[in-house]
Nanobody
């Protein structure tokens, strides 16, 4: 069974930082492309950052570029999203997703979420003063 377990969400003031972590089990980690997606109330789920574990290719959304950093750790089978300078518009549920058949970070970001094989349950991020 493939499992994706997110942690690290919470509440933070505008301008603050949070670090989200996704630990993956049940699938060869280096064969995965992994991404962080978010969904705000009333909005569609969107990709914010993705990484191809084997080659290290990364993709960022326009809103994430310069503020969010995605990284992977092959020793712990985890993917981390460092989020800095957070804005109230970043308030959303954040979900870790992975697929073993999509071999590029951009590919994972652009495919419809329904086509991605594995999802975590999500972690909430609230940015408010």
């Amino acid at each position: 069974e493939v499992r994706l377990v997110e942690s690290g969400g919470g509440s933070v003031q505008p301008g603050g930082s949070l670090t989200l972590s996704c630990v993956i089990s049940g699938f060869p980690f280096e064969k995965l492309t992994v991404g962080w997606f978010r969904q705000a109330p009333g909005k569609e789920r969107e990709a914010v950052a993705c990484i191809a574990i084997s080659g290290g290719e990364k993709w960022y959304s326009n809103s994430a570029r310069g503020r969010l950093t995605i990284s992977s750790d092959k020793t712990t089978n985890s993917v981390t999203l460092q989020m800095n300078n957070l804005d109230p518009d970043d308030t959303a549920g954040y979900y870790c997703a992975a697929d073993g058949h999509i071999d590029s970070a951009q590919g994972l970001a652009l495919v419809h979420p329904n086509w991605i094989s594995y999802w975590g349950l999500g972690t909430q991020v609230i940015v408010s003063s």
